[in-house]
T-cell receptor
Framework: NAGVMQNPRHLVRRRGQEARLRCSPMKGHSHVYWYRQLPEEGLKFMVYLQKENIIDESGMPKERFSAEFPKEGPSILRIQQVVRGDSAAYFC????????????FGQGTRLTVV | DQQVKQNSPSLSVQEGRISILNCDYTNSMFDYFLWYKKYPAEGPTFLISISSIKDKNEDGRFTVFLNKSAKHLSLHIVPSQPGDSAVYFCAASASSGTYKYIFGTGTRLKVLA
C-alpha cells in the first residue's frame, strides 16, 4: 500500500510562471489536505478537498492559488504567476475520513521561485 | 496569532536519557492533539495523538501528556535513541474542523550518542 505520493519533489519556477503540484492520496483515502511550510515556520493549512469538491479553502490565498481533486487522477495545487514569497515546501496529506484520525503526509514538493 | 506554540526551537539529549518536548496552545476549542516527527526532505510522520478526554496516552517509548487547565501538552521519549533525532511538530484541531490541524513551529531534537 503506497503512501501519499507527491510530485515533483523539487520544482523551480521563474517569477510569473505557473506551478502545478500533484498529490495522489493513499489507496482508499478520499480526503486530501494541502499544507504549506514557509522557512522557519510550522505547517499551515491551505485547503481540504474530497473527490470533486472543495470543502474548506479558508487557508488558501484568495488570488493566484487554486486546488482541485478530480474524480479521476491526483489532486492538483496550482499557483499562477508565482512570486518569490511562494517559495516553500508544500505538503499533501490524506485520510480515510474527516473524523479526526491522523492524516498521512506525502514527502512534499519544494518550490523555489527564482 | 500563533495558536500552537513550541517555544524551544531545539533540544539536545544524551542517548538513553529522557527527551521532553513541550507545546502550549491558546484556543480552548482544541480537543485533539497530535505529534508528528519530520526528517529532512521528508513529510511529517504521525507519532502519537491524544484527545481531550484523556490526560495521558502511551505508545512504546512515546508518551503524550495533556494538561487542559494549563493548555499544555508534552511528549516524553524514553529512552531516547539517535534515530529519534528529527524535528517534532505539535498539532491541534477542534472537533468542528478536525481536518484542519494547527501546527506549532517545531522543536529540533538531537540525541547524542
Amino acid at each position: 500500500n503506497a503512501g501519499v505520493m507527491q510530485n515533483p519533489r523539487h520544482l523551480v519556477r521563474r517569477r510569473g510562471q505557473e506551478a502545478r503540484l500533484r498529490c495522489s492520496p493513499m489507496k482508499g483515502h478520499s480526503h486530501v489536505y494541502w499544507y504549506r511550510q514557509l522557512p522557519e515556520e510550522g505547517l499551515k493549512f491551505m485547503v481540504y478537498l474530497q473527490k470533486e469538491n472543495i470543502i474548506d479553502e479558508s487557508g488558501m490565498p484568495k488570488e493566484r492559488f487554486s486546488a482541485e481533486f478530480p474524480k479521476e487522477g491526483p489532486s492538483i495545487l496550482r499557483i499562477q504567476q508565482v512570486v518569490r514569497g511562494d517559495s516553500a515546501a508544500y505538503f499533501c496529506a490524506s485520510s480515510p475520513s474527516r473524523d479526526g484520525t491522523e492524516a498521512f503526509f506525502g514527502q512534499g514538493t519544494r518550490l523555489t521561485v527564482v | 496569532d500563533q495558536q500552537v506554540k513550541q517555544n524551544s526551537p531545539s533540544l539536545s539529549v544524551q542517548e538513553g536519557r529522557i527527551s521532553i518536548l513541550n507545546c502550549d496552545y491558546t484556543n480552548s476549542m482544541f480537543d485533539y492533539f497530535l505529534w508528528y516527527k519530520k526528517y529532512p526532505a521528508e513529510g511529517p510522520t504521525f507519532l502519537i495523538s491524544i484527545s481531550s478526554i484523556k490526560d495521558k496516552n502511551e505508545d512504546g517509548r512515546f508518551t503524550v501528556f495533556l494538561n487542559k487547565s494549563a493548555k499544555h501538552l508534552s511528549l516524553h521519549i524514553v529512552p531516547s535513541q539517535p534515530g529519534d533525532s528529527a524535528v517534532y511538530f505539535c498539532a491541534a484541531s477542534a472537533s468542528s474542523g478536525t481536518y484542519k490541524y494547527i501546527f506549532g513551529t517545531g522543536t529540533r531534537l538531537k540525541v547524542l550518542a
